[in-house]
């Protein structure tokens, strides 16, 4: 059965103390691997999609990447505009292209 | 470009009433997915809509059913409602098999 796990499930930063979130996954059949923002009582806001191990991709102070396993969502120098919940999702096997998600991961970054 | 839209914002019902959601996905756009969260958790998949027809459908019993109209919007109906309905619902759209985009969201009491 598909797993997503985010870790940890809340977390504190002082504004500038750089982080990461952690998402590993058991699924058959990766075909890509999504992480999304959302801000309380908002739909999910689309941040990155990662396709294979080894790739990465950068939004200003985000950083993603991805491993046979898990994924990193790496928060560089974080201001207390980038406190939010941030949702890593899959999209596996064959058939429909709908995204399981995880729990989330909730980010306040204290000024 | 527009981006995803539902209606309405918040609702409130009664145990055993039914509910239609709607949502206009963005241009260019012709799959929808629909989610439901609850609070606290990730969104779960209901189904997905592409080209008027059902594509995969998550584990939710069949009083959640929904339609897809030749404009690509979307109608999720849920009919005798529960306590346990209570959620935000999703409406995702996208090309095919890219990124989902998501919408506000309804947020739905159930009485």
């Known amino acids: 059965e598909d797993q997503v796990t985010q870790s940890p499930e809340a977390l504190r930063l002082q504004e500038g103390e750089s982080s990461s979130l952690n998402c590993s996954y058991t699924v058959s059949g990766l075909r890509g691997l999504f992480w999304y923002r959302q801000d309380p009582g908002k739909g999910p806001e689309f941040l990155f999609t990662l396709y294979s191990a080894g790739e990465e991709k950068e939004k200003e102070r985000l950083k993603a990447t991805l491993t046979k396993k898990e994924s990193f969502l790496h928060i560089t120098a974080p201001k207390p505009e980038d406190s939010a919940t941030y949702l890593c999702a899959v999209q596996a096997g064959a058939g429909a292209n709908n995204l399981f998600f995880g729990t989330g991961t909730r980010l306040t970054v204290i000024p | 470009e527009t981006g995803v839209t539902q209606s309405p914002t918040h609702l409130i019902k009664t145990r055993g009433q039914q509910v239609t959601l709607r949502c206009s996905s963005q241009?260019?756009?012709?799959?929808v997915s629909w989610y439901q969260q609850a609070l606290g958790q990730g969104p779960q998949f209901i189904f997905q809509y592409y080209r008027e027809e059902e594509n995969g459908r998550g584990n939710f019993p069949p009083r959640f059913s929904g339609l897809q109209f030749p404009n690509y919007s979307s109608e999720l109906n849920v009919n005798a409602l529960e306590l346990d309905d209570s959620a935000l619902y999703l409406c995702a759209s996208s090309r095919t098999d890219n990124e989902q985009f998501f919408g506000p969201g309804t947020r739905l009491t159930v009485l």
């Open positions: 241009s260019g756009h012709n799959t």
